[in-house]
């Protein structure tokens, strides 16, 4: 039994101490996103607590261990082996407690000068094992005084996977959140994933395979029409404009909407956000999207850019950076912005189960403030210094293209500047899913939306 206590108390040891640390620096994770994004973000953002693990992995708890029984050997290496797993354990759950737990163990092996002492003087063995007892007493006692009392962060969901409709410079906020480490200065490590579609969005988050999902919020709708006993919740705006831009095939400096009558135009995904608005601008502007122009939507949201520069249609509905792209190539150019026409909709918002924002509120709200920061940055930032942070996500879209992307959505106020999604732009959504024909039921704000996770972060 005590060869077994000191076989593993020495592996352990070696594993949590040996070479170099096992907890990486801030920006040492990957979340989601592109290759060169990958290796960016960690949850442990507290820089005090990686150098306390490092310097208890390392230093702590030095006692010679000559002229000891193998029982005080054994009793001594249990210590080690509990003191280093719980310290390791308080920092993956809670770094503000591992603080606290570090301080006093650190305390009781360094500060207190005992193990120095032990080092330079004949301690005799009932004196050691009094101490080694006193330590494993202590330890016993902090596991037990934290487990009663509770952390942060238990009950709460420290790994949240992130489902986004697609990959657009339109969502700048939430990648500066991720490069910034906005979320992992919250204790939360985010997982992104692009999931090309407003359809196959909501799917991952029905499923279970993503905590939140960024998607308009005509898709909540959609799902509470159905009928569920989990209803999906908004809860942060990301953007409060459509981000679509009129593509046409050819230049065209003195550009009417009445151009478009007789054209082959290449359209989204019908009962999609740029879908709707695009019709209801359409509309806003003397054109019947049926039967004015030939209007083609069998094209996958992902295949469209593409579809477009083989030569279907002669004008097309694109994000950017997606734009910009083909006007520099000569693959198209913008002539409108559906943004400036639309007015302000909840076009792209964070939402989750009802469940999940119950069960995991505290976490709801972290990741909220750390949009929150986010969007403020980029109210405070050029457009140059936000393209570079973003720039990992988009790694074949030349730097001065990503800038001028981000600066063309920044003055059509595309970016909201908050997370609340108010009463009026809920009622303008449901104005133009009626107008294309796409409301299934009129569902009242107070049943999807909630708000008081946004303005409790604003008002601290």
Not at 220 to 249: E, H, M
Not at 375 to 403: G, R
Request: with cysteine; proline share 4%.
């Amino acid at each position: 039994m005590v060869a077994m206590i000191g076989l593993l108390a020495e592996n352990t040891t070696q594993t949590f101490s040996g070479g170099k640390a096992s907890v990486r620096p801030r920006r040492a994770q990957a979340r989601g996103g592109s290759p060169a994004a990958r290796g960016k973000r960690s949850v442990f953002p507290q820089r005090t607590v990686l150098a306390l693990y490092r310097y208890y992995c390392s230093n702590a708890i030095y006692i010679p261990l000559r002229q000891q029984s193998k029982l005080e050997d054994a009793l001594l290496k249990l210590y080690k082996l509990l003191s280093f797993g719980f310290c390791k354990w308080m920092c993956m759950l809670c770094p503000n407690h591992f603080l606290f737990t570090s301080y006093v163990l650190l305390g009781v092996s360094h500060n207190s000068g005992l193990a120095h002492k032990l080092q330079h003087m004949n301690t005799s063995t009932e004196r050691l094992t009094n101490m080694i007892k006193y330590r494993l007493f202590l330890l016993s006692a902090l596991i037990l005084v934290l487990g009663l009392t509770g952390c942060s962060s238990v009950g709460s969901k420290t790994n949240i996977k992130i489902a986004e409709v697609t990959r657009s410079i339109f969502y700048a906020p939430q990648y500066v959140a991720l490069e910034e480490g906005f979320f992992a200065d919250e204790g939360l490590e985010v997982e992104l994933k692009t999931t090309w579609g407003g359809d196959k969005t909501m799917t991952a988050l029905l499923a279970d395979d993503a905590d939140i999902a960024l998607v308009g919020s005509e898709t909540s709708i959609y799902v509470a029409a159905r009928g569920t006993n989990d209803p999906i919740i908004n809860f942060a705006q990301l953007t409060q404009t459509d981000g679509t831009f009129l593509v046409a095939k050819q230049p065209d400096d003195n550009f009417s909407w009445e151009d478009l009558k007789g054209s082959d135009f290449l359209g989204q995904r019908k009962g999609g956000m740029p879908q709707m608005v695009g019709e209801y601008v359409l509309k806003q502007n003397g054109i019947d999207p049926q039967h004015d122009l030939n209007l083609i939507q069998n094209i996958d949201f992902a295949n469209i850019p593409g579809a477009f520069t083989s030569g279907t249609g002669e004008y097309v509905q694109l994000f950017e950076p997606q734009a910009s792209m083909f006007e520099a190539e000569g693959n198209g150019y913008i002539v409108a912005s559906f943004g400036e026409e639309s007015g302000h909709v909840p076009y792209t918002v964070f939402m989750a189960k009802q469940s999940f924002l119950e069960e995991h509120e505290a976490s709801a709200k972290k990741f909220t403030r750390a949009i929150y920061q986010a969007q403020q940055f980029i109210q405070q930032h050029s457009s140059e210094e936000i393209a570079e942070i973003v720039a990992p996500y988009f790694e074949d879209t030349d730097l001065q293209l990503l800038a001028s992307s981000i600066e063309r959505y920044k003055s059509q106020g595309s970016f909201a500047e908050n997370p609340i999604l108010d009463e009026e732009e809920w009622d303008n959504l449901k104005n133009i899913m009626d107008e294309s024909g796409e409301l299934p039921e009129d569902i009242p704000y107070k049943d999807l939306v909630n708000t008081n996770i946004a303005e409790d972060v604003m008002n601290e």
